[in-house]
């Protein structure tokens, strides 16, 4: 009889709440993001960002300003110790390493535009959400490579560096991300602030990529 009326019971939102409590900090990261990586992929536009050169050197060079700002705002003390392995993550030697095969000067590199919406202050707990969207985007680049290789020739040594990323390390990159993400954000404060953050840095780069709304 117990069992029966549990069955039944409406999903209340203390139960909604227990429930929250049960997923990890990752799962929750991703389903408080879900739609904000649905819009950012439609406003991407993916067809012709990553098949026409010129729209790919300008999306790369996005990409460069907006992690040479948030790249700069973190190291590897900004997660609590927790991730000691951040400067192998940093985007920005790839993208660096990227457009100078497409051309571009190191020098000419310096003087590109960054994205100033990039959070200035952050604790452990943003600094993982900013991070959580970066290291997400390694998952995205899998699907992207064969993109640009057969279209535009590039590949995981020339000119498409930060879509390969970790290359086949790439999943076990991304789970021990996790497990640092999940072990730091262990309550319900850190969580609540890695998923602002990560929202956020969504939006920021959403805007900064496709132009403000
Ligand atoms: C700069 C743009 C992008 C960012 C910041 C981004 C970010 C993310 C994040 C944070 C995740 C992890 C979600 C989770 O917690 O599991 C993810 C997963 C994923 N993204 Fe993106 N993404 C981007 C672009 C794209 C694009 C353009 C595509 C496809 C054309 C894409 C395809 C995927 C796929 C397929 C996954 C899931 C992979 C898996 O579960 O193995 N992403 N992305």
């Not at 649905?38 to 907006?66: C, I, N, P």
């Not at 310096?110 to 952050?122: D, F, G, I, K, Y």
């Not at 452990?124 to 959400?129: K, R, S």
């Not at 497990?179 to 990560?198: F, I, K, P, T, Y």
């Amino acid at each position: 009889m117990w069992h029966h009326s549990l069955a039944y019971e409406p999903i209340t939102s203390q139960r909604r709440r227990r429930y929250v409590a049960m997923m990890s900090a990752m799962a929750q990261l991703r389903s408080a993001t879900s739609s904000s990586h649905q819009r950012l992929e439609k406003r991407l536009d993916v067809k012709s960002r990553f098949t026409d050169l010129r729209a790919y050197r300008e999306h790369l060079k996005k990409m460069w300003g907006f992690c040479a700002a948030l790249e700069s705002r973190l190291a590897a003390d900004s997660f609590g110790g927790a991730l000691p392995d951040y400067d192998a993550r940093r985007k920005l030697p790839l993208l660096t390493h990227d457009l100078v095969a497409l051309g571009e000067s190191e020098g000419g590199l310096a003087s590109l535009p960054r994205c100033a919406a990039v959070a200035r202050e952050m604790d452990a707990a943003a600094a993982f959400g900013c991070a959580y969207v970066l290291e997400g985007a390694t998952l995205g680049g899998r699907t992207l490579l064969p993109l640009v290789q057969s279209r535009m020739g590039f590949t995981s040594s020339h000119g498409a560096r930060y879509l390969a990323s970790y290359g086949d390390n790439v999943a076990a990159m991304w789970r021990d991300f996790g497990s640092a993400l999940d072990g730091w954000c262990c309550v319900a404060e850190r969580r609540h602030a890695a998923m602002q953050a990560a929202v956020a840095t969504f939006d920021i780069l959403g805007d900064w990529l496709c132009g403000a709304p």
